[in-house]
C-alpha cells in the first residue's frame, strides 16, 4: 500500500517543510495537483515546484496532470524528477501515443478517470499503464466528499487485473480520502491512497496517516 498526501493541503508557503514532515510520519509518496485553469477552473502549480522538491526527498514524486495539452509538458516534468505522470482520460485525443511518449522520458504512466468516465473507455490501454486513477471527487478542490458511485470502478479494476494477462497496473484513488473511505477502497483492491485535507488539516500529520494504514490493513482482511 502506498499513501500520498498531496500538497495542495500543504503551506504553500513551506513545501519542503511538510514534506519532511510527511516523510517522518511514514508516507511513501507525494502527490502534486498541478491545475490549469481550463481543465479544471483552479490554479495551482507547475514542473517547478517538481523540481524544487527532488533533492529534499527520496519519496516518490506522483504528479496529477488536472491540465488540457498534457502532451506539451512530458518533458519539463520528466527533467524536473517527477516518478509518475498521471493525464485525464478526457484530457487528451492520443492516450495511447501520450503513454508511449511518457515512458520515453523514463517516468511511470497513470491514467486518471473522472466520475462520470467508465472503466470501458479506458479499456483498451490498461495493459500499458502503471497506474489508474480513479477520481473519487470531481477534480479541481480539495476537501471534497467521496463520491460513492465509483467504488465499484475499483472493482471493475481489480477483476480486469487478476483475470486479465499483461495487466501490471497500481489502482489510486484521489479525493475525501479517510480513514473511512480508505476501508471502502482497500476491500476494492486499492494499492494507492491520495490524501489531503485528512492529513493536512491535523497538527500532527502522523496520527491520520497511521488512521490511514491501520483502516487499509483492515479492509484488505476483506478482500
Ligand atoms: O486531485 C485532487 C483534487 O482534484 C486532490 O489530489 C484531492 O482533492 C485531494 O484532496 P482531499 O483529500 O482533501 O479530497
Ligand atoms: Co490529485
Not at 517543510?17 to 509518496?29: N, T
Not at 493525464?87 to 473522472?114: C, D
Request: glycine letters at 8%; hydrophobic letters at 45%; proline letters at 4%.
Amino acid at each position: 500500500m502506498f499513501i500520498a498526501p498531496s500538497i495542495l493541503s500543504a503551506d504553500f508557503g513551506n513545501f519542503t517543510g511538510d514534506v519532511k514532515r510527511i516523510e517522518e510520519a511514514g508516507a511513501d509518496w507525494v502527490h502534486i495537483d498541478v491545475m490549469d485553469g481550463h481543465f479544471v477552473p483552479n490554479l495551482t502549480f507547475g514542473s517547478g515546484v517538481v523540481e524544487a522538491l527532488r533533492p529534499h526527498t527520496k519519496m516518490t514524486l506522483d504528479v496529477h496532470m488536472m491540465v488540457d495539452n498534457p502532451e506539451a509538458h512530458v518533458e519539463t516534468f520528466a527533467n524536473a524528477g517527477a516518478d509518475y505522470f498521471t493525464v485525464h482520460y478526457e484530457a487528451t485525443k492520443h492516450l495511447h501515443g501520450l503513454i508511449q511518449t511518457i515512458h520515453k522520458h523514463g517516468m511511470k504512466a497513470g491514467v486518471a478517470i473522472n466520475p462520470a468516465t467508465p472503466v470501458a473507455a479506458i479499456e483498451p490501454i490498461l495493459n500499458d499503464v502503471d497506474m489508474v486513477l480513479v477520481m473519487t471527487v470531481n477534480p479541481g478542490f480539495g476537501g471534497q466528499s467521496f463520491i460513492e458511485s465509483t467504488v465499484k470502478k475499483m472493482a471493475q479494476l481489480h477483476e480486469y487485473r487478476r483475470e486479465g494477462e499483461g495487466a501490471n497496473f497500481l489502482i489510486e484513488v484521489d479525493g475525501g480520502i479517510t480513514d473511512e473511505t480508505a476501508r471502502i477502497c482497500a476491500k476494492n483492491g486499492v494499492d494507492a491512497y491520495v490524501a489531503g485535507s485528512y492529513i493536512f488539516n491535523k497538527e500532527d500529520v502522523s496520527a491520520p496517516i497511521d488512521a490511514l494504514k491501520q483502516a487499509i490493513k483492515f479492509g484488505r482482511m476483506k478482500i
